[in-house]
């Protein structure tokens, strides 16, 4: 087998960007695709009369959404195949760079790496089965399947060893991780030499809320203030705000020239 | 942010100011300012706003249909989860600027980053932009707090 030459690395480098932008840019154009064939098949009914509430009630119900996704994946198949077909030629290229370099076994073992990186176009009938949250994220990038095989694996060990559900366990990871994020930004506070510092609880205004979160919601209080005040699920509002999968979020209100109570 | 210091006016006549304390004060004057446009940045988004103070463009029409059955607002927000808009903090900082993003992944494994920057491109909703309305608010304000500080002291 000949060395690899730094014009072919460069070359293969070059190819494998083009393939990589190509791959993302088929990937939006796919979602967009779907969306719009959402839309359209939404317009419809909203034609027929339906109103916002009832498309909402209508796409709730599983077998509803059985029908809209069996549509979908009808005229989805044969975009698929269209986008597949520009990779095509991308792969064949970089088949010609490499073919002195590597035999035939170790290209197939390049090109399947590449392969998993294009995971999401060949899984998207499966997403599309899955719930309307995963369908969400699947508008934002194309490492979803890995990642949500990885994750599930760890939160099953994890039940297991904590004796929760799964359901519960994706709420610890989850609230925990808030937690995290609240705690750096608090210790960012921590250094500014700010006196009597307050905190401004903030966030989304719908109809999830808790009422512990709608009561306090674009309230301003001291951080000894928030303190006294428990979610009554896991401690202060200062530390966890609502508690569990609570969205909310205490940011410092920044003192402004006409205060006085600074040090 | 960093040339907001050029507009400010230091009278020299008769008042001498220790270096040592200008440099102070601008790091204590930038550190609020980091502290303004992370809750800057979150009413923005909870307004529905993008990094120009501009309504973000309505969600399509399934979207809409799939938040309201959730029970979420319809107005954009940034937020399904809020996993991404609750990981936005001060990422780093040194003496003369400070970063600000969101980190981590959600509880499904997306990286936050990506979505982000995903939702920036694709929906054209963008919140960490270096906007020139952003950059005015938070020059003012650095320049503000530097006044006062530097008053104070």
């Given at each position: ?83 597949f ?8 290229e ?5 073919k ?30 899955a ?41 610890i ?5 808030k ?31 808790r ?16 303190r ?36 | ?38 809750t ?47 990981s ?9 600027s ?43 304000y ?12």
């Amino acid at each position: 087998m000949e060395l690899v030459r730094v014009d072919d690395l460069k070359a293969l480098a070059k190819t494998s960007d083009k393939l990589f932008t190509n791959a993302d840019t088929n990937t939006v154009k796919l979602f967009n695709y779907i969306e719009k064939l959402l839309e359209n098949e939404l317009i419809a009914m909203q034609n027929k009369g339906f109103t916002q509430k009832q498309l909402a009630q209508y796409i709730g119900r599983a077998d509803n959404w059985k029908k809209i996704q069996d549509k979908i994946n009808l005229s989805t198949n044969g975009f698929l195949k269209n986008l597949f077909s520009k990779y095509k030629s991308q792969i064949d290229e970089l088949k010609n760079i490499y073919k002195v370099d590597f035999n035939e076994a170790d290209l197939e073992k390049l090109f399947d790496e590449m392969q998993k990186s294009f995971r999401v176009a060949t899984d998207v009938n499966k997403l599309l089965s899955a719930n309307s949250l995963q369908l969400e994220l699947l508008q934002f990038g194309n490492v979803s399947m890995t990642f949500y095989t990885q994750i599930d694996t760890l939160i099953s060990g994890m039940k297991d060893s904590f004796n929760k559900t799964f359901g519960q366990m994706k709420t610890i990871l989850r609230t925990s991780q808030k937690a995290t994020f609240n705690q750096i930004r608090q210790e960012y506070y921590k250094k500014l030499n700010i006196f009597d510092k307050k905190y401004i609880y903030i966030g989304p205004n719908d109809s999830l809320p808790r009422p512990f979160c709608n009561k306090y919601l674009n309230q301003i209080k001291s951080e000894s203030e928030w303190r006294k005040l428990s979610n009554g699920q896991i401690g202060s509002a200062f530390d966890m705000q609502g508690g569990y999968n609570c969205r909310h979020m205490l940011l410092l209100v920044p003192p402004q020239k006409e205060d006085k109570n600074d040090k | 942010m960093t040339n907001s210091l050029m507009s400010i006016n230091v009278t020299t006549s008769g008042v001498l100011f220790d270096p040592k304390k200008i440099e102070k004060a601008i790091n204590e004057a930038l550190m609020n300012a980091g502290a303004f446009l992370l809750t800057e940045l979150v009413m923005l988004a909870n307004q529905g706003k993008n990094a120009d103070n501009q309504p973000l463009q309505p969600y399509s029409l399934w979207y809409q249909a799939i938040r309201q059955m959730k029970g979420l607002n319809l107005t954009p927000n940034f937020q399904f989860t809020s996993s991404m808009l609750n990981s936005l903090t001060i990422l780093s900082k040194n003496d003369k600027s400070f970063t600000i993003g969101v980190a981590g992944v959600d509880v499904n494994g997306m990286s936050n980053a990506l979505k982000l920057e995903k939702t920036q491109r694709i929906k054209n909703y963008y919140l960490l932009r270096a906007t020139n309305y952003l950059a005015k608010k938070t020059a003012d304000y650095f320049q503000s707090q530097l006044i006062d500080i530097l008053n104070r002291s």
